[in-house]
């Protein structure tokens, strides 16, 4: 079996609905409208690491206090329904964190009306996800905030992955019949989709040959996605299922 035959078949194998309820893209799948979606799969990306069922809890929480309506939360939450999240935390994304993203997503959705024409517009020049990725990033950073919020948001162009945004982005314009991402945003093709990387599916493409550099950084992304293209061209970070779920659930060996 080539690299390519075996990615296909755990590809296959991860890209299934039974694999939605312990996975952090469970939370926009609760909702059905665009706005709705987009903004609780963002929130969900911003506190995406450590446990998977820690990042469940507190985004499931984030939710309750949004009474499961985020898009109208962000619009319209004064300040009795904003007091509300003084008190949460997810390990260093504190109350003040939460607060200010908030208020960022609405100046962003006043803006803009949804998160995927911001997108489009940061596309349109260069046809690069790494120039939306900075994008999303510039334009919720225009909303007043402390400098140690910054770091929540991933910035390709000091090295970073982005593997959170990837991963996000991967969820709103990813489209096939498996039911898993929603393939949201029409305009972005999944040809120009990057590695959502992290340590599982770094050190899965290692142990198959993947990925050289060490570093899970953004030359890694670029390295990893451009050797996964030469399997699919089309859809590269559909090998994110296989590469993360063999790193999850089967510690990384695909090769025996």
Known sequence: MTIKQLLDEKAEQYNRTQFIEPDPISIPHKFRSQCDIEISAYLT??????????????????????????????????????????HFV?????????????????????????MEEVANKY?????????VIQGIRAELLKTPHLERSEKHF???ANGSAAKRTNMFLRWMIRKDDKGVDFGLWKSIPASALMMPLDVHSGNTARSLGLLERKQNDWRAVEELTNRLKKFDSDDPVKYDFALFGAGVFEGGCLLG
């Open 154 to 156: 991933a910035n390709p």
């Open 90 to 114: 997810y390990r260093t994304f504190n109350s003040g964190d939460c607060l200010f993203v908030v208020e960022a997503l609405k100046q962003l959705y006043s803006n803009f009306g949804t």
């Open 45 to 86: 990306s911003i506190i995406s690491w450590g446990r998977r069922p820690a990042i469940l809890k507190s985004a499931n929480r984030l939710m309750e206090i949004m009474d499961f309506e985020p898009y109208n939360f962000i619009l319209n939450a004064g300040k009795p329904e904003l007091k509300k999240l003084e």
């Open 123 to 131: 596309y349109s020049d260069n046809l690069s996800i790494k120039d």
